[in-house]
């Protein structure tokens, strides 16, 4: 090891830390809470719009509603 370039050496130090930046900064943004917000609203919001969902989510918004207006009549 004695025998290796100490400007080399100084090259190799340098890629190391490039290398170092660009992967903290590429975990910053993949840990950014606005980005992971934003990917978990367009997949709920994909997830919503399937037909099935959208079906069952109705049926289940007129029993609430068949279900408060019974209990609204029933006091």
Do not use: C, W, Y
Not at 25 to 51: E, G, Q, T, Y
């Amino acid at each position: 090891m004695a025998d290796r370039d100490p400007e080399a050496i100084k090259r190799d130090i340098d890629v190391a830390r490039d290398q170092l930046a660009a992967t903290v900064d590429s975990l910053a943004v993949r840990a950014n809470p606005r980005r992971l917000a934003d990917d978990l609203k367009v997949r709920v919001i994909a997830f919503v719009k399937k037909p099935a969902v959208t079906v069952s989510l109705a049926g289940v918004g007129v029993l609430v509603v068949v279900v408060v207006v019974h209990r609204v009549r029933n006091r």
